[in-house]
């Protein structure tokens, strides 16, 4: 095959990328996403601080512009993401308690309402869990309304699009023998034997010298997948840009029959969130495939 998406089409799987509603004017980088690339996620646009800038008042303009140009070229769409930490609008930062743990349900009705019958598979909850040893929950406005507010949000996300798969999401949950990922796991498996729903759960994949990818990244994907959930790699991208490295996370996902997709986290490296510098994508600036693109195309 000749393109990412047609490649991994061959295996049932999709090829994806974040796209910058921003860059939808820019015909070098349209012409790459429109071409490689089966599955769309809004880098930006579908976030909290977006779609309801102020409580109540909701705002999908670039969210579907997005979505637009995706369908339009035949492609699916990720919603990413109703309820974290981050990129939060100030009004709800200020919120706590009760009054927040309305506002996230208000949220996750009103986005999920818009796009209603529309999306594969919705990041409900993003990044809950700690960082380090404790494999526990992260502080957060969010976690400080109660422990159980991700399956509110899932409850809630279940309601108000049936159709949609329902995914937690995270980094540095790849490696099998760090805590966080034991954490997720253990409360994936928990939502899974007391029927809250969830359907997926989303490796972001960021690698760097930090957080590096490990040989047991098909261990995760396995154990993940036997819990009755799909996997979907869903922000890949890789420091440096190890055509090697690339390979093995592509051959990790089809190893594991419910592993059902991979996205990369932006187009040209020029366009990625860590800067061009970390050569981190598969197409560089000028828009030309890179090794680690030649890599992957040979994987799928
Ligand atoms: C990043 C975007 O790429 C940036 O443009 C933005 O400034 C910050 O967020 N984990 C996630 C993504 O779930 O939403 C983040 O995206 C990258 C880390």
Not at 19 to 31: C, H, M, N, S, V
Not at 99 to 111: E, K, P, S
Not at 240 to 252: L, M, P, Q
Not at 270 to 286: I, Q, R
């Amino acid at each position: 095959e000749s393109t990412l998406a047609a490649a991994a089409q061959q295996s049932g799987r999709y090829f994806g990328t974040a796209i910058a509603a921003g860059k939808l004017g820019d015909q070098a980088y349209t012409t790459i996403a429109n071409r490689e690339f089966d599955m769309i996620t809004a880098e930006n646009e579908m976030k909290i601080d977006a779609t309801e800038p102020n409580r109540g008042q909701f705002n999908f303009s670039a969210g579907d512009r997005i979505y637009n140009w995706a369908v339009q070229n035949g492609k699916r769409v990720r919603g990413h993401t109703l309820a974290w930490h981050n990129q939060q609008p100030g009004w709800m930062q200020s919120l706590s308690g009760g009054n927040l743990r309305q506002a996230m349900i208000d949220h996750i009705n009103g986005v999920m309402g818009h796009y209603r019958g529309k999306i594969y598979a919705w990041d409900v909850v993003n990044e809950a869990y700690a960082d380090g040893n404790s494999g526990g929950r992260r502080d957060s406005n969010l976690q400080r309304t109660g422990n159980d507010w991700i399956e509110v949000a899932f409850r809630t996300a279940r309601a108000a699009d049936p159709s949609a798969k329902l995914c937690y999401n995270d980094y540095n949950i790849d490696n099998w023998s760090w805590a966080k990922t034991q954490g997720v796991y253990n409360m994936v498996r928990d939502f899974k034997q007391r029927g809250v729903p969830i359907d997926c759960v989303g490796l972001q994949s960021h690698f760097n010298s930090n957080s590096p990818y490990n040989s047991n990244y098909r261990t995760t994907i396995q154990s993940f997948a036997a819990l009755g959930v799909d996997v979907q790699i869903t922000e890949l991208d890789i420091q440096g840009g190890s055509a090697t490295t690339y390979a093995n996370v592509v051959n990790d996902c089809l190893a594991v029959p419910r592993c059902t997709g991979v996205t990369v986290w932006g187009v040209r490296d020029t366009d990625s969130w860590l800067g061009s510098g970390a050569s981190a994508l598969l197409f560089d600036g000028n828009g030309n495939k890179k090794a680690a693109y030649n890599s992957v195309l040979n994987a799928l």
